[in-house]
């Protein structure tokens, strides 16, 4: 046990284990309800496990995607995803305050957002603008009808 996972316990002394909280306020037990891993000590679970977020975490706002190079972090709490470095599964459960966490599979959540078209294609709401060069249309610079 890490010392924030340590200081964390010994806060909560005294409450119901399943109020054991981390300083980052994830809990500190795994949920009996859900399958889940402990990744510093379980193996990687299986490819069909496309992405990961801790228990109790909201994968929106932090989850670990499975890339070909490692786990990455997404989600509205990640600055600049594509600029940091990917980390290994026994990292994907450890907090900002070095605790680590057990985490739950997010495929199916990551997956249906991820998969929606965020943008709508250019070509549906943007007009192409002119080719230079073009010819002239049949009407004159000033608007007026040719001929």
């Known amino acids: 046990m890490n010392r924030a996972t340590e200081s964390s316990l010994s806060e909560a002394a005294g409450n119901d284990v399943t109020e054991r ?16 891993w ?11 496990v496309l992405a990961v977020t801790p228990y109790q975490q909201n994968p929106e706002f932090l989850r670990l ?6 786990w990455h972090h997404r ?6 995803p594509d600029a940091t470095p990917p980390v290994p599964w ?14 739950v599979d997010a495929t199916e959540l990551v997956a249906s957002a991820e998969q929606r078209p965020h943008l709508v ?11 230079i ?15």
């Open 65 to 70: 995607v499975r890339l070909r190079d490692g």
């Open 21 to 36: 909280r981390c300083r980052c306020h994830l809990p500190l037990v795994p949920p009996d309800e859900l399958p889940h």
């Open 121 to 131: 294609a250019l070509t549906d709401t943007i007009t192409p603008p002119p080719v």
């Open 75 to 80: 989600g509205s709490d990640t600055d600049h």
């Open 38 to 48: 402990w990744p510093q000590r379980d193996p990687e679970p299986g490819e069909q």
């Open 90 to 103: 026994a990292d994907t459960g450890r907090c900002w305050a070095g605790a680590h966490h057990a985490v």
């Open 133 to 147: 060069g073009s010819p002239p249309s049949p009407e004159g610079a000033d608007g007026a009808d040719a001929g």
